[in-house]
């Protein structure tokens, strides 16, 4: 069951509500006993917006939910970030300690060269899942609330592959000796970690959307939009831009967005116009 959040509710209520949110409460530091306090009473007395702590909880609640443009622009970032570092924490300290410990006690049953084979993969996985971390917390959130700071944000689709492939290798090609019992809860692990992460990186996305979105009120193109411009005008799709110019595709297409919402033009075609009517580019570099 789920309900509508809003920051006069009691906390309580939103979390009876709303049983998938223990997680957010807990990263973000609330005690239990709320009594009749409100979200905005908690929120408040722990040092958080209530508007963004409701945005995360929406975010992890709501499967078809993503925050609008106005969200975006009230949220309080450093909320946000602050709850994605500790949600890396939760990741490498909590729920990677509780996989490796389910998985050992799955292939007790199994033979030296399977456990080694089994290992190795977990090892390898969680070495990369820590270094993905670690560049995040080191290049990416530092310059979260910069208006226009090019954020080069790693591609997250190798988080999710070596756990879909961890899931598969346990699913459908664990020997028969291994613990089915253990088998059943790693699983369920797996999966409960797939969904929480999948919400991670939205939460992140939107986060770095609302990072690179100007006022409204200024219609005046950015130097980075410039340089998206001029690459869509000479061509180039998104990836090729966004390794031209060292950020991420997700910011290349937020910079398109902006681009079009600015100048009113949506087309590549228009676009070309637009920049060589403003001298841009020039006219033989894109004959």
């Not at 090892?123 to 560049?135: N, R």
Request: net charge negative; with cysteine.
């Amino acid at each position: 069951m789920s309900t509508e959040f809003d920051a006069g509710m009691k906390m309580a209520e939103l979390l009876e509500s709303n049983p998938s949110l223990i997680g957010v409460f807990t990263r973000m530091g609330f005690t239990f006993g709320y009594g009749d306090a409100s979200v905005s009473d908690v929120c408040q007395g722990a040092g958080i917006d209530p508007e963004t702590f409701l945005v995360i909880c929406r975010v992890y609640s709501q499967d078809d939910y993503r925050p609008s443009g106005e969200e975006l622009e009230k949220a309080d970032l450093s909320v946000i970030v602050k709850y994605l570092s500790l949600s890396h924490t939760y990741y490498m300290d909590v729920a990677m300690k509780d996989l490796a410990a389910g998985l050992g006690r799955m292939i007790v049953p199994c033979g030296e060269d399977t456990q080694k084979v089994i290992w190795k993969f977990f090892t390898g996985f969680k070495e990369e899942l820590q270094k993905h971390f670690l560049y995040e917390e080191e290049s990416v959130f530092p310059n979260f609330g910069s208006l226009d700071a090019d954020i080069p944000d790693e591609d997250h689709s190798g988080v999710e592959e070596s756990l879909e492939d961890l899931k598969s290798l346990v699913m459908n090609h664990l020997p028969a000796e291994a613990d089915q019992r253990e088998a059943y809860r790693v699983l369920s692990g797996i999966s409960s970690l797939q969904d929480d992460i999948r919400k991670h990186i939205l939460l992140e996305e939107c986060a770095l959307e609302g990072n690179v979105r100007e006022s409204v009120e200024d219609n005046s193109l950015s130097a980075r939009e410039k340089e998206v411009l001029v690459c869509v005008a000479k061509g180039l799709i998104n990836k090729e831009i966004a390794d031209q110019l060292n950020i991420s595709i997700h910011t290349v297409i937020t910079h398109r967005k902006n681009i079009s919402r600015k100048t009113g033009i949506k087309t590549v075609a228009g676009l070309t116009v637009y920049a060589l009517l403003n001298n841009l580019l020039d006219i033989h570099s894109v004959e």
